[in-house]
Antibody, heavy 120, light 106 residues
Framework: EVQLLESGGGLVEPGGSLTLSCEAS????????MSWVRQAPGKGLEWVSS????????NYADSVKGRFSISRDKSKNTLYLQMNSLRAEDTAFYYC?????????????WGPGTQVTVSS | DIQMTQSPPSLSASVGDRVDITCRAS??????LNWYQQKPGKVPKVLIY???SLKGGVPSRFSGSGSGTEFTLTITSVQPEDFATYYC????????FGGGTRVEIK
Protein backbone atom coordinates (compact mmCIF):
# COMPACT_ATOMS: atom_id res chain seq x y z
CA GLU A 1 0.00 0.00 0.00
CA VAL A 2 1.40 3.38 -1.01
CA GLN A 3 1.85 5.69 1.96
CA LEU A 4 3.18 9.23 2.13
CA LEU A 5 3.67 10.94 5.47
CA GLU A 6 4.62 14.57 5.77
CA SER A 7 6.30 16.08 8.82
CA GLY A 8 8.10 19.25 9.85
CA GLY A 9 5.27 21.74 9.75
CA GLY A 10 4.67 24.27 12.49
CA LEU A 11 4.63 27.93 13.46
CA VAL A 12 7.45 30.11 12.15
CA GLU A 13 8.01 33.87 12.14
CA PRO A 14 8.10 35.85 8.90
CA GLY A 15 11.56 35.63 7.36
CA GLY A 16 12.21 32.31 9.03
CA SER A 17 12.97 28.88 7.62
CA LEU A 18 11.42 25.44 7.83
CA THR A 19 12.14 22.06 6.25
CA LEU A 20 9.32 19.68 5.42
CA SER A 21 9.87 15.95 4.97
CA CYS A 22 7.74 13.33 3.26
CA GLU A 23 8.52 9.70 4.01
CA ALA A 24 7.35 7.33 1.29
CA SER A 25 6.60 3.63 1.59
CA UNK A 26 4.80 0.87 -0.25
CA UNK A 27 6.34 1.58 -3.66
CA UNK A 28 9.72 1.91 -5.34
CA UNK A 29 10.54 5.55 -4.62
CA UNK A 30 13.34 6.15 -7.13
CA UNK A 31 11.64 6.19 -10.54
CA UNK A 32 8.73 8.47 -9.71
CA UNK A 33 8.48 12.24 -9.81
CA MET A 34 7.38 13.79 -6.53
CA SER A 35 5.78 17.12 -5.80
CA TRP A 36 4.66 19.52 -3.11
CA VAL A 37 1.22 21.12 -3.30
CA ARG A 38 -0.23 23.57 -0.78
CA GLN A 39 -3.67 24.74 0.17
CA ALA A 40 -4.34 27.83 2.24
CA PRO A 41 -7.33 27.65 4.60
CA GLY A 42 -10.55 27.73 2.57
CA LYS A 43 -8.63 28.24 -0.68
CA GLY A 44 -7.71 26.21 -3.74
CA LEU A 45 -4.80 23.97 -4.55
CA GLU A 46 -1.47 25.56 -5.45
CA TRP A 47 1.34 23.56 -7.03
CA VAL A 48 4.62 24.47 -5.31
CA SER A 49 7.45 22.35 -6.71
CA SER A 50 8.34 19.05 -8.37
CA UNK A 51 11.40 16.84 -8.77
CA UNK A 52 11.69 14.25 -11.50
CA UNK A 53 12.43 10.61 -10.86
CA UNK A 54 15.03 10.32 -13.59
CA UNK A 55 17.53 13.17 -13.64
CA UNK A 56 16.18 14.85 -10.48
CA UNK A 57 15.47 18.01 -12.43
CA UNK A 58 13.38 20.46 -10.43
CA ASN A 59 10.85 23.15 -11.08
CA TYR A 60 9.06 25.70 -8.95
CA ALA A 61 6.05 27.96 -8.93
CA ASP A 62 6.98 31.61 -9.48
CA SER A 63 5.61 32.39 -6.00
CA VAL A 64 8.34 30.33 -4.30
CA LYS A 65 11.20 30.41 -6.80
CA GLY A 66 14.45 31.45 -5.14
CA ARG A 67 13.06 30.81 -1.63
CA PHE A 68 12.12 27.12 -1.62
CA SER A 69 14.24 24.12 -2.59
CA ILE A 70 13.00 20.59 -3.28
CA SER A 71 15.22 17.54 -2.93
CA ARG A 72 14.98 13.80 -2.36
CA ASP A 73 17.07 11.15 -0.63
CA LYS A 74 16.49 7.90 -2.47
CA SER A 75 18.34 5.91 0.20
CA LYS A 76 15.81 7.12 2.80
CA ASN A 77 12.75 7.16 0.52
CA THR A 78 12.22 10.73 1.62
CA LEU A 79 11.26 13.95 -0.14
CA TYR A 80 12.15 17.35 1.31
CA LEU A 81 11.10 20.96 0.93
CA GLN A 82 13.47 23.55 2.32
CA MET A 83 11.56 26.80 2.81
CA ASN A 84 13.43 30.06 3.42
CA SER A 85 12.38 33.70 3.73
CA LEU A 86 8.90 32.61 4.70
CA ARG A 87 6.01 35.04 4.28
CA ALA A 88 2.52 35.19 5.75
CA GLU A 89 1.15 34.12 2.35
CA ASP A 90 3.06 30.82 2.63
CA THR A 91 0.67 29.80 5.42
CA ALA A 92 -1.07 26.66 4.18
CA PHE A 93 -1.48 22.95 4.45
CA TYR A 94 1.40 21.35 2.54
CA TYR A 95 0.82 18.05 0.75
CA CYS A 96 3.39 15.66 -0.66
CA UNK A 97 2.19 13.98 -3.87
CA UNK A 98 3.49 11.03 -5.86
CA UNK A 99 3.36 11.23 -9.63
CA UNK A 100 2.24 8.38 -11.81
CA UNK A 101 5.39 8.64 -13.91
CA UNK A 102 9.02 9.72 -13.86
CA UNK A 103 8.16 13.33 -14.72
CA UNK A 104 5.14 15.53 -14.08
CA UNK A 105 2.09 13.69 -15.40
CA UNK A 106 -0.65 13.39 -12.78
CA UNK A 107 -0.65 12.83 -9.02
CA UNK A 108 -1.94 9.40 -8.05
CA UNK A 109 -1.26 9.43 -4.31
CA TRP A 110 -1.21 12.19 -1.73
CA GLY A 111 -0.07 12.39 1.87
CA PRO A 112 -2.39 13.70 4.60
CA GLY A 113 -0.46 16.98 4.73
CA THR A 114 1.26 19.14 7.34
CA GLN A 115 0.28 22.64 8.45
CA VAL A 116 2.68 25.55 8.07
CA THR A 117 1.78 28.84 9.76
CA VAL A 118 3.88 31.95 9.20
CA SER A 119 3.08 34.55 11.82
CA SER A 120 4.74 36.76 14.40
CA ASP B 1 3.90 30.13 -14.88
CA ILE B 2 1.09 28.96 -17.12
CA GLN B 3 -2.20 30.33 -15.77
CA MET B 4 -5.28 28.11 -15.55
CA THR B 5 -8.73 29.72 -15.39
CA GLN B 6 -11.72 27.63 -14.36
CA SER B 7 -15.35 28.56 -14.78
CA PRO B 8 -17.72 28.82 -13.15
CA PRO B 9 -16.22 29.21 -9.65
CA SER B 10 -19.33 27.53 -8.26
CA LEU B 11 -22.56 26.04 -9.49
CA SER B 12 -25.71 24.50 -8.07
CA ALA B 13 -27.11 21.34 -9.61
CA SER B 14 -29.83 18.82 -8.92
CA VAL B 15 -29.21 15.08 -8.82
CA GLY B 16 -29.38 13.82 -12.40
CA ASP B 17 -28.36 17.12 -14.01
CA ARG B 18 -25.56 17.39 -16.54
CA VAL B 19 -22.65 19.51 -15.29
CA ASP B 20 -19.94 21.09 -17.45
CA ILE B 21 -16.86 22.75 -15.99
CA THR B 22 -14.46 24.65 -18.23
CA CYS B 23 -10.74 25.20 -17.84
CA ARG B 24 -8.70 27.58 -20.01
CA ALA B 25 -4.92 27.68 -20.21
CA SER B 26 -2.93 30.86 -20.86
CA UNK B 27 -0.97 29.05 -23.58
CA UNK B 28 -1.12 25.84 -25.58
CA UNK B 29 -0.68 22.86 -23.24
CA UNK B 30 -1.52 20.19 -25.82
CA UNK B 31 -3.42 17.59 -23.75
CA UNK B 32 -1.39 17.84 -20.54
CA LEU B 33 -4.50 18.51 -18.48
CA ASN B 34 -5.80 16.61 -15.46
CA TRP B 35 -9.00 16.88 -13.42
CA TYR B 36 -9.21 16.24 -9.66
CA GLN B 37 -12.09 16.01 -7.22
CA GLN B 38 -11.69 17.15 -3.62
CA LYS B 39 -14.23 16.66 -0.84
CA PRO B 40 -14.08 18.62 2.44
CA GLY B 41 -11.32 17.37 4.73
CA LYS B 42 -10.01 14.95 2.11
CA VAL B 43 -7.05 14.91 -0.26
CA PRO B 44 -7.71 15.40 -3.99
CA LYS B 45 -8.40 12.39 -6.18
CA VAL B 46 -7.60 12.27 -9.91
CA LEU B 47 -10.56 11.65 -12.20
CA ILE B 48 -9.25 12.39 -15.69
CA TYR B 49 -5.66 12.59 -16.98
CA UNK B 50 -4.25 13.79 -20.31
CA UNK B 51 -7.53 15.60 -20.95
CA UNK B 52 -9.65 12.59 -21.87
CA SER B 53 -8.39 9.44 -20.09
CA LEU B 54 -10.62 8.17 -17.29
CA LYS B 55 -8.68 6.95 -14.25
CA GLY B 56 -9.44 3.35 -13.35
CA GLY B 57 -12.30 3.02 -10.87
CA VAL B 58 -13.81 6.42 -11.71
CA PRO B 59 -17.45 6.21 -12.81
CA SER B 60 -18.08 6.58 -16.54
CA ARG B 61 -20.44 9.52 -15.96
CA PHE B 62 -17.24 11.60 -15.73
CA SER B 63 -15.59 12.55 -19.01
CA GLY B 64 -13.06 15.05 -20.25
CA SER B 65 -12.58 16.79 -23.57
CA GLY B 66 -10.45 19.44 -25.19
CA SER B 67 -6.91 20.21 -26.25
CA GLY B 68 -4.67 23.22 -26.66
CA THR B 69 -6.10 25.91 -24.40
CA GLU B 70 -9.70 24.93 -23.71
CA PHE B 71 -10.89 21.90 -21.78
CA THR B 72 -14.13 20.63 -20.27
CA LEU B 73 -15.02 18.21 -17.49
CA THR B 74 -18.52 16.79 -17.90
CA ILE B 75 -20.60 14.88 -15.38
CA THR B 76 -23.47 13.45 -17.40
CA SER B 77 -25.84 12.72 -14.50
CA VAL B 78 -24.57 14.18 -11.25
CA GLN B 79 -24.97 11.93 -8.20
CA PRO B 80 -25.10 12.87 -4.49
CA GLU B 81 -21.49 11.72 -3.98
CA ASP B 82 -20.31 14.08 -6.74
CA PHE B 83 -20.94 17.25 -4.78
CA ALA B 84 -17.39 18.45 -4.22
CA THR B 85 -14.80 20.89 -5.57
CA TYR B 86 -13.16 20.15 -8.91
CA TYR B 87 -9.75 21.37 -10.05
CA CYS B 88 -7.99 21.25 -13.38
CA UNK B 89 -4.19 21.00 -13.49
CA UNK B 90 -1.76 21.47 -16.35
CA UNK B 91 1.48 19.49 -16.42
CA UNK B 92 2.89 20.82 -19.70
CA UNK B 93 5.23 23.13 -17.78
CA UNK B 94 5.14 22.84 -14.02
CA UNK B 95 1.90 21.75 -12.44
CA UNK B 96 -0.40 24.75 -11.94
CA PHE B 97 -3.99 24.25 -10.85
CA GLY B 98 -7.09 26.14 -11.77
CA GLY B 99 -8.95 28.05 -9.07
CA GLY B 100 -11.51 25.30 -8.54
CA THR B 101 -15.23 24.84 -9.16
CA ARG B 102 -17.47 24.05 -6.22
CA VAL B 103 -20.44 21.89 -7.19
CA GLU B 104 -23.29 22.27 -4.70
CA ILE B 105 -26.69 20.68 -4.32
CA LYS B 106 -29.57 22.80 -5.59
Amino acid sequence: EVQLLESGGGLVEPGGSLTLSCEASGFTFSPYAMSWVRQAPGKGLEWVSSISGSDESTNYADSVKGRFSISRDKSKNTLYLQMNSLRAEDTAFYYCAKDSGWQLFYFDFWGPGTQVTVSS
Amino acid sequence: DIQMTQSPPSLSASVGDRVDITCRASQNILQYLNWYQQKPGKVPKVLIYTATSLKGGVPSRFSGSGSGTEFTLTITSVQPEDFATYYCQQTYSGGTFGGGTRVEIK
